[in-house]
């Protein structure tokens, strides 16, 4: 085995080349089980080489602090897959555990869960086949109406959505739509405030996932419905903006049914040794487009059958 270390576009990785001849059977994640391992594979006369990219520890914790610089300051940066084309999913979900770490290290609670690219349209612009997840944080969540300071915030967007509250401990594998059903307490009406630290919103799936899935703010209405009298997939909502109605959408557009959003999450989560909890909230994904966000805009979200939600933003950065 040699190793040489990589530079240019791909600093932060090490070249490793493998002869697999001498190690019959064994696939690369059992030598280097690290987030952040890409195979490129060839070959020479004689031998069969395996060239391993391993993203540096320390390449993630640079990045998780420039995504968190970002959001403290307000100032966007350049996109993560730009700068470093090796960067693959695992590296984008260890960098975004970075800084749910240091959130929960400066006191915030984690109380749910989200759920992203639950449309086919959106699974269709980034080139991904499954929806990807963040962490919410009780720091994440406003009340009904509240002001918003657009100071909070770098490049806001508004979706409204469904939101769940877990009745209990749901975790994979084999989790479907109807155990998912079974384990939900409740449904009531969302905005989520989506926001990214990427100028310009010019993601791709690694970075909107290293991003903590593009989360910004919670917004939950006050009333609460059991799912089983409800039908998800033709539950609909209206949204207006500054009192003009701007987009409409229901349940199906995610994943073909919410609740199918749930089932995804905790069969993920579980392949990664953990689950969702009684009492957490879930975001299982928009129902329409996502809206831009300008100082001292009101939207409004009524949903059937379970009530409105407003989100009010200031008129300046205060």
Same mark, same amino acid.
């Given at each position: ?158 979706? /409204? ?101 749930? /089932? ?55």
């Amino acid at each position: 085995m040699t190793a040489a270390r990589g530079g240019g576009r791909s600093g932060g990785f090490t070249q490793l080349r493998l002869d697999t001849t001498r190690l019959p059977g064994l696939l690369p994640h059992d030598v280097f089980p690290l987030a952040g391992t890409a195979a490129r594979h060839g070959c020479t006369r004689g031998h069969r080489w395996r060239t391993l990219r391993v993203v540096q520890p320390a390449l993630h914790q640079d990045l998780a602090d420039e995504l968190w610089e970002a959001d403290r300051s307000a100032k966007p940066i350049a996109p993560l897959t730009d700068r470093h084309d090796g960067l693959d999913i695992e590296d984008a979900y260890a960098i975004q555990s970075i800084n749910i770490e240091r959130r929960v290290a400066a006191g915030q609670k984690i109380i749910g869960r989200k759920v992203g690219l639950t449309s086919k349209p959106m699974q269709t612009l980034l080139g991904v086949d499954e929806p990807d997840f963040g962490v919410l944080t009780d720091e994440m969540f406003v009340e009904d109406g509240d002001l918003i300071a657009m100071s909070r915030l770098v490049q806001p967007r508004v979706e /409204a959505e469904l939101a769940f509250v877990m009745g209990r401990d749901l975790a994979g594998p084999g989790v479907t739509t109807a155990t998912a059903l079974a384990a939900i307490a409740g449904a009531l009406p969302a905005v989520e405030i989506v926001d990214s630290r990427v100028a310009d919103w010019k993601i791709k799936l690694v970075d909107t996932v290293a991003d903590n899935a593009s989360s910004g703010l919670l917004v939950l209405g006050g009333r609460m419905r059991k799912v089983e009298d409800l039908d998800l997939r033709l539950l609909g909502v209206v949204v207006s903006r500054n009192g003009e109605m701007i987009d409409s959408g229901a349940g199906a557009a995610a994943l073909g049914n919410p609740a199918r959003c749930v /089932a995804w999450l905790a069969n993920k989560l579980g392949s990664l040794g953990s689950g969702l909890k009684a009492g957490d909230i879930m975001l299982p994904g928009a129902v329409h487009k996502m809206v831009p966000v300008t100082p001292g805009d009101v939207f409004r979200a009524e949903f059937a059958h379970l009530g409105a939600v407003t989100v009010r933003f200031s008129k300046g950065s205060e």
